[in-house]
């Protein structure tokens, strides 16, 4: 028999091709396995964000799925209600809720669902979220828009701040118009050809820097907290209109410090879940407060907690709608913190079950992989084991005989001797002159 068959294993040379192609299969899933397991255990939702310059054009889109059959963009601006703009793609129906005539579908929407705001203002700031449904679930997409075009003023409470017009020669006209987020608009004007100025629902505090016929600068003295807002001058001259914007944010201090003793609190956003797996999003900001909001959406009302360091803490419970709320994102929005994070609060067994199970997957088929690749690369086969054919012995009649004549001699040779002793012992026993018979 052959010493291959008997261990089972055979030998045949090596492919140097083969080899190859087994590493590459073997190092191509390899990276698939982990591609698949980063994918499943994190996840990572992105928040967009659009940039539009004053009184353009914004357009933002959703997320691309087949077999849609509803578009619903939620629009939650820094000021005023949020907007919906929903489209129900089977009974082909448009519904639009507290949005403005510039907010609308950028074409058709069953077959565009894209949205486009027209001469976008300081007023459409915010967020954006459309969210297509088909088949396979609800799909989100996050966008934060930013007007540029603004200039962005801080100035601390109980101090001053400044804000400046286009610099234009030959004006004839400067006007002010200031819309604070609390209270009525204030509008503050100067015509150079009568050297008159005009004044309508301003504070004392608000007023020209100087002689308007040349500085037409704006001043706020002793800031407070209802003079945030947006701050626009305008200047006519032969050539037309020119605007310069301006949007002023409040910043609190300790009033008992000096100046110079003043620390800026650095924003921050945590987000976590609860002891009864509810997600929790939380920011900590100078004042004003920052603004949370949830997509999916949330029914909860956040709370704010200010603090004697400037400060305000918002803290907002996410409290769906519907069952489409294992994955939230809490997006913050605020002068110093613009940011959207993820988390789902399901149970961690189960996803613990599931990193455990694709941890041993991936290590099964590193394994496997390994060893086909040990055996492509050594250049071994398996081979099926045969039994050996059963050989039946022969026997001659030569071979008994052979076997058996040396103790036949010797039974021959044992004979002789037991006959001799016994007739010499009979000679003895017999009286003398007397032989033994025979």
Request: charged share 15%; net charge neutral.
């Amino acid at each position: 028999m052959g010493n291959s068959q008997q261990a089972g294993w055979c030998k045949k040379p090596a492919s140097s091709m083969k080899t190859r192609a087994a590493w590459e299969v073997v190092r191509s899933t390899a990276w698939t396995v982990v591609l698949l397991t980063s994918s499943a255990v994190t996840g990572a939702t992105g928040i967009n964000r659009v940039s539009a310059h004053l009184g353009h054009s914004a357009v933002m889109t959703c997320p691309n799925k087949t077999n849609v059959t509803m578009v619903t963009w939620k629009i939650s601006p820094k000021t005023g209600g949020q907007c919906v703009l929903a489209y129900l793609i089977g009974s082909n129906k448009t519904e639009k809720t507290n949005c403005s005539g510039r907010i609308n579908w950028r074409s058709r929407p069953d077959w565009d669902h894209a949205l486009e705001i027209q001469q976008v203002g300081m007023a459409d700031e915010g967020n954006y979220t459309c969210e297509v449904v088909n088949a396979d679930g609800n799909f989100h997409g996050l966008h934060h828009l930013t007007v540029q075009g603004i200039n962005r003023v801080s100035a601390h409470l109980g101090h001053s701040a400044v804000m400046t017009c286009p610099n234009k020669t030959n004006i004839t006209m400067v006007t002010w118009k200031i819309s604070p987020k609390t209270g009525g608009q204030c509008v503050l004007a100067y015509l150079i050809g009568s050297n008159k100025s005009e004044k309508t629902n301003c504070s004392d505090r608000i007023n020209w820097r100087s002689r308007p016929d040349w500085d037409h600068a704006l001043e706020i003295q002793q800031v407070g907290m209802a003079d945030e807002g947006n701050y626009t001058c305008e200047v006519v001259n032969a050539d037309g209109n020119f605007h310069g914007l301006h949007h002023l944010t409040v910043q609190a201090t300790h009033t008992h410090l000096p100046p110079s003793w003043y620390s800026a609190v650095s924003p921050r956003m945590a987000l976590y879940c609860d002891d009864h797996g509810n997600p929790v999003c939380e920011a900590e900001t100078e004042k004003p407060a920052a603004e949370i909001s949830w997509v999916p959406q949330s029914s909860s009302t956040p709370r704010a907690d200010s603090h004697s360091n400037g400060t305000v803490t918002v803290l907002s419970r996410f409290a769906a709608h519907s069952s489409d709320g294992k994955n939230p994102t809490c997006i913050v929005s605020h002068t110093t913190l613009n940011e959207a994070k993820s988390i789902d609060c399901s149970s961690p067994h189960r996803y613990l079950i599931l990193c455990i199970a694709i941890v041993l997957s991936f290590l099964i088929i590193i394994t496997f992989a390994a060893v086909i690749y040990y055996l492509k690369l050594h250049g071994y086969r398996f081979c099926r084991k045969t039994k050996p054919p059963d050989i039946v012995p022969t026997y001659s009649l030569q071979d008994d005989t052979v076997e058996v004549e040396p103790y036949t001699t010797y039974v021959q040779k044992e004979n002789a001797i037991y006959n001799s002793v016994s007739d010499l012992t009979l000679r003895q026993n017999l009286p003398q002159g007397q032989s033994p018979a025979t």
